[in-house]
């Protein structure tokens, strides 16, 4: 069967022939219908994030996907069923963060994630995993269902900023989106729909008019900030302060700079992953306006079952237009290599195995 990989030593994907995989007593076999790209797959083919799985010379790629249990082996689980396969495993058994379903908590070097580091990941034609690890979606979702996986992240990461204001009362109304990538634009649409309760919305990007993502901000309702003109410190004076910011960019100055950005009593969460740089700020500016204006500022990275169940209403909830924007190319696994490719017109691509 195909499967898309970055072989050692090799900065480009490739598609091979690997052998159909055989379901443990436990587990299913899954048959993948579409598998997303996000910035997290260039890291790792780029080498740098994740892993290589131990011993094999080569990783199969993909961690954002929608697919239908082809054999149910036993389990509780329905043959037709589609699902959405979790990223994190244990290494061992009787993880604790794993048993007690919070294997988003669990500290570096205590899991594999499927597709990023120690384990392959789902762009492949069939897979296998135990149930525990498979979140069912509904029939709707065959074509959008992998975007369940990203979602689910901005979920955690509203809980946790709600978490660190729950010992007053707290209610946001301006939110800001560092970053107009498809992850940006899929918490901007969270934070626009009306469960939430942010009434003014901005993301920041760094792109010229016309172009596709300031598009699809303007057309939510929020004000898109060009980052050229308007850094993150300047926009409480430029626009308004924010009640709360999310960082989707991994640019390492914009983890200070959010703390400027934000109204007294607000929250910033980091989710971009930067590589090391250096520079100067001033510390002491820097952690007094945390303290005298009761700011807090917290790193939230993967999620679990309950956060995907969340992102199940989320994607539902949004307007119809928005998931036929966001995608702007399907692929067939044999040209997978040309949904890595980047441009001003690609936003979300994926990689299409199957269809019901």
């Known amino acids: ?207 010229d008019r016309p172009d596709p993502t300031i598009d699809i901000i303007e057309r939510l309702g929020a004000t898109y900030v060009d980052s050229r003109e308007t850094p993150v410190a300047a926009i409480p004076d430029a626009h308004e302060p924010m009640d709360f910011v999310y960082e989707a960019t991994g640019y390492a100055k914009h983890a200070f700079e959010t703390v400027h950005a934000l109204r007294s009593n607000g929250v910033g969460a980091l989710l971009g992953i930067p590589d090391d740089w250096t520079f100067e700020i001033d510390g002491g500016a820097f952690h007094r306006e945390i303290v005298l204006q009761n700011k807090a500022l917290f790193g939230s990275v993967n999620s679990n079952v309950r956060h995907y169940e969340a992102a199940i209403d989320s994607l539902s909830a949004f307007p119809d237009w928005l998931v036929d924007d966001l995608i702007t190319g399907v692929h067939e696994p044999a040209a997978a290599p040309a949904a890595f490719e980047t441009s001003d017109e690609t936003i979300k691509t994926v990689v299409e195995f199957d269809t019901v």
Not at 7 to 33: F, K, S, Y
Not at 104 to 122: F, L, N, S, T
Not at 161 to 176: D, Y
Not at 190 to 206: H, I, K, N, Q, V
Request: proline share 8%; net charge negative; charged share 25%.
């Open 1 to 207: 069967m195909k499967a898309v990989v970055v072989r050692q030593g090799e900065t480009e994907p490739t598609v091979i022939e690997v052998d159909e995989p055989t379901p443990e007593p436990g587990e299913a076999l899954l048959r993948t219908l579409r598998v997303g790209i996000d910035g997290t797959d260039h890291e790792v083919i780029e080498g740098n994030h994740g892993g290589f799985p131990d011993g094999d010379e080569y990783q199969i790629l993909g961690h954002e996907a929608v697919a239908v249990v082809a054999d149910a082996n036993g389990t509780d689980l329905d043959e037709g069923q589609l699902v959405v396969p979790t990223v994190r495993r244990p290494r061992e058994d009787g993880n604790e963060y794993f048993e007690r379903g919070e294997p988003d908590m669990a500290p570096d070097g205590q899991y594999v994630e499927r597709g990023i580091v120690g384990a392959h990941g789902y762009m492949t034609e069939l897979f296998t995993s135990a149930p525990r690890y498979l979140v069912p979606v509904p029939d709707a979702f065959a074509e959008s269902g992998f975007l369940v996986e990203p979602i689910s992240n901005t979920e955690k990461a509203l809980e946790h900023a709600h978490a660190t204001r729950s010992a007053f009362e707290w209610t946001p109304e301006t939110g800001l989106v560092l970053g107009n990538g498809p992850l940006g634009l899929l918490t901007l649409a969270m934070l626009a729909s009306e469960p939430t309760d942010f009434s003014r919305t901005y993301c920041l990007g760094r792109r």
